[in-house]
Nanobody, 117 residues
Framework: QVNIVESGGGVVQPGGSLRLSCSAS????????MGWSRQAPGKQRELVAF???????YYGESAKGRFSISRGNTENTVSLQLKDLKAEDTAVYYC???????????WGQGTQVTVSS
C-alpha cells in the first residue's frame, strides 16, 4: 500500500506565495511520476503540474508562469511552489502518484489553499 501525504496549504493574500510538499511512502513500489491537481468549489478537478520519472514536466494552463513543480531531495517527494496567487487559485490541492504496475494514480487527502484579502 502506498500512502500520500501533503502539507503546506493555508491562507494567503492575493499576490502571495505558498509551497506545497508531498511525500509517498510504503513498501515495494516504484514511482513513475508525481504531481498535483486541484479542485475548486463547484468545479471539476484539474491537473496543475506533473513530473515524470524521466524528468518531463507538464503544467496545466492555470499554472504556467506562476507555479513550479520540483522533485525533492528526498526520494519519493515532490513540491509545488505557488507564486502570484489569485483568488481563483483557491482550491483543495491534491498530490497524486503514478506507480509502476498500478493503473490508477494514488491520491492524498488534499490540502486547502485559500487566497483572500
Amino acid at each position: 500500500q502506498v500512502n500520500i501525504v501533503e502539507s503546506g496549504g493555508g491562507v494567503v493574500q492575493p499576490g502571495g506565495s505558498l509551497r506545497l510538499s508531498c511525500s509517498a511512502s510504503g513498501n515495494g513500489f516504484t514511482l513513475d511520476g508525481m504531481g498535483w491537481s486541484r479542485q475548486a468549489p463547484g468545479k471539476q478537478r484539474e491537473l496543475v503540474a506533473f513530473v515524470h520519472s524521466s524528468g518531463t514536466i507538464y503544467y496545466g494552463e492555470s499554472a504556467k508562469g506562476r507555479f513550479s513543480i520540483s522533485r525533492g531531495n528526498t526520494e519519493n517527494t515532490v513540491s509545488l511552489q505557488l507564486k502570484d496567487l489569485k483568488a481563483e487559485d483557491t482550491a483543495v490541492y491534491y498530490c497524486h502518484a503514478q506507480i509502476i504496475g498500478i493503473q490508477d494514480h494514488v491520491w492524498g487527502q488534499g490540502t486547502q489553499v485559500t487566497v483572500s484579502s
